[in-house]
């Protein structure tokens, strides 16, 4: 089963090699040029001394320089390639066998049905995370300079930072094999699957509404004789929960 699960899915896995190449040549050459401009602007030197705070102008043009423009192509391949590449691998694994007629062959074997079916899932699915893991490392190397002066929690740096890629690369497969499972087309799973997942993604991605985070509550007290670190008279403290 896993020879014949390798023949089935070898030039997808060939093309997810190419494409992670690609990939990974493309945020090396940006992120080294990121950090280069880093160092040159003095923003390690400003964040350490002061958070940022007296070099608001310095940040401002830097973040400008790179939140568009030359990083863009990663920021698209990133929202593109779940529902793509989920698409591409998930509508065969069951759509083909069903369309071709196949599976009157490849069901009737020694092999059972469930463990044929348990070994492909779990080849595939784990050469999907595999290949999430390592695009999710690269493009978080690559956006590190611009996490040192915003946040993570808004749209690209969510999307490209973390599980969310590999989370939604493995939804958008799981989509797609069940519209093969149901049409019995590998082209009109392939499709349906593509736009059920990319749909609400390029709304997402359209409004990029930041995902808001409340801010911490904060509750004063007085602080009595005794506070670590203050004198004997009474000092506003902030506790924050």
Known sequence: MIWVTWRQHRGQAVACLALFCVLAIVAIAIGAWMRSTFSHDGLGVCLARSGGAGCPQTIASFVNKFSGGPTAPLFIAALAIPGWLGAVVGAPLLGRELEQGTWRLAW??????????????????????????????????F??????????????????????????????????????????NVIGAAVAAYFTWEAPTAVVAMLNGPIRILPAATMRLPCQAGCPGVDSSSSPYRRTT
């Open 108 to 141: 009737s074997q020694t092999v059972p049905r469930t463990r044929w079916l348990v070994t492909k899932l779990t080849l595939v699915i784990g050469g999907l995370i595999v290949f999430g893991a390592a695009v999710t490392a690269a493009l978080t190397w």
């Open 143 to 184: 956006h590190e300079p611009l996490d040192r002066v915003g946040t993570r929690l808004v749209l690209p740096a969510f999307d490209l930072e973390g599980p969310v890629l590999t989370c939604s690369l493995l939804c958008s497969f799981g989509l797609a094999v069940l519209y093969g499972l149901l049409l019995r």
